[in-house]
């Protein structure tokens, strides 16, 4: 069974960085494209960054600029660089197969932006 744990999350001001990881047990980053979601409070699942197959990053236009995803396919681990971070950034981030499998999904990670 595949397991995938993000971590990174935490309280940061507006204007702050945090980089996000998500580890996964097996090599699934090497077969699927990849995807952050996010889940801001009271709102639907987003995806705001994927990585494709063949390394292209895609970006939902809100975070464009302000967000990378990248990867280590030998280490199995996916990363979202958060930078110039606001309070609509808010929202707890998790990290899936694109398009998303249910069994996948993990607990996620909080970001919080607030000063």
């Known amino acids: 069974q595949v397991q995938v744990v993000e971590s990174g999350g935490g309280l940061v001001q507006p204007g702050g960085s945090l980089r996000l990881s998500c580890a996964a047990t097996?090599?699934?980053?090497?077969?699927?494209?990849m995807g952050w979601f996010r889940q801001p409070p009271g709102k639907q699942r987003e995806l705001v960054a994927e990585l494709t197959g063949d390394g292209v990053a895609n970006y939902q236009d809100s975070v464009k600029g302000r967000f990378t995803i990248s990867s280590d396919n030998v280490k199995k681990m996916v990363y979202l660089q958060m930078n110039s971070l606001k309070p609509e950034d808010t929202a707890g981030y998790c990290c899936?197969?694109?398009?998303?499998?249910?069994?996948?999904w993990g607990q996620g990670t909080q970001v919080t932006v607030s000063s």
């Open positions: 899936n197969t694109d398009p998303p499998i249910k069994e996948y």
């Open positions: 097996s090599s699934i980053f090497s077969f699927y494209a």
